[in-house]
């Protein structure tokens, strides 16, 4: 099993930055880590996610140019630095690791 925990959520304007971190523990992570968000009365959707055994990165194309994912070598953490925040970035943000292990998920709030 693996568990994870999130961090860095909160209030942020438009315009401003967030940095979100996701740390895993128990058991190894083998491939993937990344993140998917849930706004209020819509669907969870892909974020963005790094692929440990390429070294890749992919993002969602709402999202590209303004966030960007990244990792430590020991595939512990992963981390999402997000800039020029909209108000639709608004969600709860969730990590994923595997494909199979979520987090708690973690709010992000974006006010004009």
């Known amino acids: 099993q693996v568990q994870l925990a999130e961090s860095g959520g909160g209030l942020v304007q438009t315009g401003g930055s967030l940095r979100l971190s996701c740390t895993a523990s128990?058991?190894?992570?083998?491939?993937?880590m990344g993140w998917w968000r849930q706004a209020p009365g819509k669907e969870r959707e892909f974020v963005a996610t790094?692929?440990?055994?390429?070294?890749?990165?992919v993002y969602n194309d709402s999202v590209k140019g303004r966030f960007t994912i990244s990792g430590d070598g020991a595939k512990r953490s992963v981390h999402l630095q997000m800039n020029s925040l909209k108000l639709e970035d608004t969600g709860v943000y969730y990590c994923?690791?595997?494909?199979?292990?979520w987090g708690q998920g973690i709010q992000v709030t974006v006010s004009s």
């Open positions: 790094i692929k440990w055994y390429d070294d890749t990165t």
């Open positions: 128990g058991r190894a992570v083998r491939r993937t």
């Open positions: 994923l690791a595997d494909q199979i292990y």
